[in-house]
């Protein structure tokens, strides 16, 4: 009777302390099990090397500004016709993108791991031991005991290199991609247990980088959150179910992480939605209907054919969590813009990006901006519509027009419009719910 009180009082006390640890730590995953860690990449609990000097507005502003090569690969991917393949990697995905991470493990036991969270790509790649010219934070496969490689006649593999294989023989899958000229990647793919959470999924396949030249070196993985067949989504299974959720912390939260929730457990219960589109030429992509945006109570002029969902240009709306600032098409963000410039008045100047700034002095009365979809209204609370500048009274309109050399038919909703609200994706049911959540 005594040892079974010491027992359960040291059984206590040891599930204090655990608690303890968890509660202290605001890296870790949420306690409920459900949610794996999304840390701003330059947030306090990611590994990765801030900027050394600006503030967190010029932080912003830059990366909005490497958004370009983001929306033209993205533009890129809307507009082909027949996708043959899904290279494990594209080079402006790969090197240059990295707006939030997620914390993961692969292996067994489990290496932590930090993930770029890609909602518009299918694969996973993370960088190998022995790699060269990757940063330190690598994944050793040889020890973790489920760890296993691919031989290349598997179809994972196809998917994964868009190449056939050599004609005789076995070979592992291995890949080499060039980038930006003079630069390439190469590695193999492989596959070993993934950890999100409480969670394993079994057998995840992924690109195990090992070699980098030239270019600059991507300290981090990459976790496709898209729905193609090499997705995680897709390999996860029944497990998940085709839905998940995230809410994005505010880039300025720097000690806080949001969460990433997969499964249909855990998540709201009601929420507000839109039908989620699917374009058979670019299944990755999630599509949605944007039917307008209204300016405090203005509905903006926009030709319906500017917004319109056609799968045979790849015109239409996604919801992207690796872009930072929302673009529209030139004359749906003129439209939107000039709007927008006739309620505030003022003068203007640009920052970055934005065209559309102003002095601060006047913000009360800057106009709440409003997305209309299907069966859904987005009012952006001014978090998400503006972004103040640090070193002088002056606030912007926290959106752009695709870069002027891009041949963009493609609108985009990025991470600054989605901070603080719970994105819900059902693939099963073919929705897109989006609530209200501080997950400062
Ligand atoms: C694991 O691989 C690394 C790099 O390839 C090597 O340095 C190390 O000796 C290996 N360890 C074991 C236990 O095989
Ligand atoms: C990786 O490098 C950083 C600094 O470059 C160092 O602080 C860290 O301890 C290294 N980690 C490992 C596992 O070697
Ligand atoms: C990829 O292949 C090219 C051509 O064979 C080679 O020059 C390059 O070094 C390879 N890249 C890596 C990272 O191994
Ligand atoms: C998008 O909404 C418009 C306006 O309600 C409608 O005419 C159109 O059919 C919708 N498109 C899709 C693909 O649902």
């Known amino acids: 009777m005594e040892d079974l009180r010491t ?3 040291l059984f206590f006390f040891f599930a204090l302390l655990i608690s303890a ?14 949610g794996v860690s999304v840390i701003p990449i330059y947030g306090k609990c990611s590994p ?20 370009s090569e983001r929306v033209r690969y993205l533009a890129s991917l809307g507009a082909q016709k027949k996708v043959t393949s899904a290279p494990i990697a594209s080079a402006q995905q790969l090197f240059n993108i990295a707006n939030y991470v997620v914390r993961v493990t692969l292996g067994t036991p489990g290496q932590l791991m930090f993930m770029v969270l890609d909602t518009s790509y299918d694969a996973a790649w993370a960088p190998c031991s022995g790699c060269a010219g990757c940063s330190n934070a690598t994944f050793s496969p040889n020890t973790s005991s489920t760890y296993g490689s691919l031989d290349c ?9 868009g190449l056939t294989c050599p004609a005789t023989g076995s070979s592992p899958c291995l890949f080499n991609q060039s980038y930006g000229g003079d630069s390439s990647f190469s590695g193999t793919l492989v596959q070993d247990s993934l950890g999100l959470g409480n969670d394993v999924v079994p057998n995840y396949v992924f690109g195990c980088v090992s070699a980098i030249s030239g270019g600059s070196t991507p300290p981090q993985g990459l976790l496709g959150l898209g ?11 029944s497990l ?3 839905v998940f959720s995230y809410c994005l912390p505010s880039f300025k939260s720097y000690y806080f992480s949001g969460s990433l929730k997969l499964g249909p457990s855990g998540q709201p219960k009601i929420i507000r939605t839109t039908p989620l589109l699917r374009n058979p030429h670019r299944p ?17 002029p926009i030709a319906p054919e500017l917004l319109a969902f056609d799968p045979n240009t790849g015109a239409g709306t996604i919801i992207d969590s690796g872009t930072v600032v929302t673009r ?29 700034c102003f002095a601060a002095s006047s913000e009360a009365v800057a106009p709440p901006v409003k997305l209309h979809f299907t069966g859904l209204d987005l009012t952006l609370p001014m978090e998400n519509s503006l972004i103040h500048s640090s070193s002088g009274p002056l606030a912007c309109l926290a959106m752009a027009a695709a870069p002027n050399n891009v041949n963009s038919v493609l609108n985009i909703i990025a991470t600054l419009q989605q901070q603080n609200h719970r994105i819900l994706f059902d693939v099963t049911n073919s929705l897109v719910g989006i609530a209200r959540e501080l997950c400062n």
Do not use: H, W
């Open 284 to 300: 990755s992509l999630y599509y949605v209907n944007l039917t307008g945006v209204s300016i405090g109570r203005v509905l903006v």
């Open 227 to 237: 729905r193609g067949p090499l997705s995680l989504l897709s390999q996860s299974g």
């Open 21 to 34: 640890a968890k509660a202290a730590d605001p890296c870790a995953s949420q306690s409920d099990g459900s």
């Open 153 to 161: 006649s598997v179809s994972q593999c196809s998917q994964a290199r």
């Open 328 to 356: 529209f098409v030139q004359p749906v963000y003129t439209a939107i813009r000039d709007e927008f410039r006739n309620q505030v008045k003022g003068t203007f100047s640009s920052l970055g990006v934005f065209d559309t």
């Open 48 to 67: 990765f090397d801030k900027p050394k000097t600006g503030s967190l507005v010029d932080t912003v502003v830059n990366m909005a500004s490497k958004d």
């Open 240 to 242: 998940y179910s085709g």
């Open 7 to 9: 027992t359960t009082t």
